[in-house]
């Protein structure tokens, strides 16, 4: 696209049905946004 | 929803409900406004050919190609998704959700009298006490008991200081150590430290046992010192900053974090990052705004806002300088794994506080997290009997980014996952509700981290080091990927 350039992101609708396993750690003040995904 | 900022010379969409983040032309941004705004579609070109009219190379060709992308963007569902979420965030309530860590506040007593802490110099408006043995020993079996399958296991020390029950932090590595095998677990420990009480011993056992520690330091030697006194009123920066070089030196790329505090006397929190990397060597860097009460007078102001922006973005700015010298920082806050981050689970469910993390005190009882200490409305049980306060623990599992009302036009939403609930109540009476305050920050604070990946992205001298940053074009979108 010329107008427009989009970066390469998780797909969080997709994330409905792949995601939720549990296996990330508790993020307290990382973050929500910074926890790495920890899926096996 | 959509949100749209510029910063560094990049114009920046960010999609809330897909997670997208597109940096686009001063057309482009131009022309999503007008379609965020609801203007008719037949009105959009003939706006932008008047905005544009002193710029021959915008024509009607060229607006029509650029409404065409945000068409295709849109169709994608990476442009102006709906909020597909809100029905499972009620669901939460009903999940089953496992303990994955525990906050052993080993020590409710300190070396330090530090007048801005939380914790009211570690006694969390308590009594003083230290954790035994078997208290510990009894928080670790609850972890285990009630840690389901979940194979890593995360313990943080913590106090007051922890260092001031050394001992018992050393028995309590050793006996995790002697039967995380047979139950299939992996203990990960965190030290967190004012530095005083660090010895050439505290420096081996972290560095063996701790996959990592948080070092307390505010910066510059009269900034530190200002608030980080001991109890006869001397400064602890003299002491504490050859111990925190040395552990870290000897940790060898293990993970550590400067953790400082800044405050109303420091706006220019950025000098005090800068000092500790270029002065004191480290790289691991974390500065957090002072949560007190309105009006005191360490407390940040509205009146602070625009220059704790302006740091924020001088900050991001100078982590990018420094990335392209070859000698690069981190910051706490910009970290951003936009590819490989959390799911949607994840982003609506919050911190875990109250579910899946919980603090231990010296006498075994146990609350959401380690800021709810010390107020008895928030005691969630103790280790030998568990939760019983269920209702307490439900409420905090419905503590969700939707529970939240003031979170519903946030663009943020899916970032902060609708914020601490120990600020909310502190700040709101409710854990419903929401730290303003923190919000605008911590909104700020995104804003400079997507601009960082941007960047990195689209700069020449950065994007060959970041090529997982870079869109997969025409993939067929198979999913594969997920």
């Excluded at chain 2, 525990?102 to 802490?117: D, F, K």
């Excluded at chain 2, 568990?386 to 003031?406: H, M, Q, S």
Aim: glycine fraction near 8%; charge should be negative.
């Amino acid at each position: 696209m010329k107008h427009i350039q989009t970066l390469n992101t998780r797909d969080m609708a997709k994330s409905l049905n792949n995601g939720g396993c549990g296996e990330c750690q508790t993020s307290c003040s990382c973050g929500i946004a910074n926890q790495p995904c920890e899926k096996k | 929803m959509i949100h749209q900022y510029k910063q560094n010379g990049y114009n920046i969409v960010v999609d809330v409900y897909s997670g997208s983040v597109h940096a686009v032309d001063e057309l482009a941004y131009d022309a999503i406004a007008l379609v965020d705004a609801g203007t008719p579609r037949a009105d959009i070109a003939p706006q932008l050919l008047a905005k544009y009219k002193d710029h021959p190379e915008v024509t009607q060709a060229d607006i029509e190609d650029c409404l065409a992308d945000i068409d295709e963007l849109t169709a994608q569902g990476k442009l102006f998704a709906p909020d597909i979420y809100e029905s499972h965030a009620f669901d939460f309530k009903n999940r089953s959700t496992v303990v994955k860590a525990l906050c052993l506040h080993v020590a409710h007593t300190c070396n330090l009298n530090c007048e801005y802490c939380f914790a009211a110099q570690g006694k969390f408006h308590g009594d003083a006490g230290l954790m035994s043995f078997e208290t510990g020993k009894r928080a670790l079996d609850f972890l285990i008991e009630n840690s389901g399958t979940r194979h890593n296991l995360e313990v943080d020390f913590f106090g007051g200081e922890p260092l001031m029950n050394f001992e018992v932090c050393k028995q309590l590595v050793a006996y995790a150590r002697s039967i995380e095998k047979q139950h299939n677990k992996n203990f990960r420990f965190t030290l967190t430290t004012n530095g005083i009480g660090i010895t050439d011993e505290v420096i081996e056992w972290a560095n063996k046992e701790c996959y990592n520690v948080v070092l307390s330091l505010d910066g510059r030697k009269e900034v530190n010192d200002r608030f980080r006194k001991d109890l006869a009123g001397n400064g602890s920066y003299d002491r504490i900053v050859p111990k925190f070089q040395k552990l870290v030196k000897a940790r060898g790329g293990k993970g550590y974090y400067m953790r400082g505090t800044f405050t109303h006397y420091n706006v220019d929190f950025t000098n005090d990052l800068f000092h500790m990397a270029d002065d004191l060597g480290f790289t691991e860097l974390s500065m957090e705004p002072v949560v007190t009460a309105p009006g005191s007078p360490e407390a940040l102001t509205e009146e602070d806002l625009p220059r704790l922006y302006d740091q924020y973005e001088l900050l991001a700015k100078d982590m990018l300088r420094r990335e392209k010298a070859g000698k690069p920082i981190t910051f706490y806050h910009y970290i951003l794994d936009l590819a490989h981050g959390p799911c949607v689970y994840k982003r609506i469910s919050g911190c875990g506080s109250g579910t899946e993390y919980m603090a231990v005190t010296p006498w075994g009882d146990l609350y959401p997290c380690h800021q709810f200490v010390g107020d008895a409305a928030y005691k969630l049980g103790n280790v030998w009997d568990g939760v019983t306060n269920t209702a307490l623990r439900d409420e905090f599992k419905l503590c969700n980014v939707y529970a939240r009302p003031g979170c519903k036009d946030c663009w943020a939403r899916l970032y902060c996952a609708g914020g601490c609930a120990a600020n909310a109540l502190h700040a709101t009476g409710d854990i419903h509700g929401v730290y303003e305050y923190g919000c605008k920050v911590f909104r700020k604070r995104i804003e400079c981290a997507l601009m960082i990946k941007v960047a990195e992205s689209l700069d020449p001298d950065l994007a060959p080091a970041h090529a997982d940053l870079a869109p997969a074009e025409d993939c067929g979108d198979c999913g594969g990927c997920e």
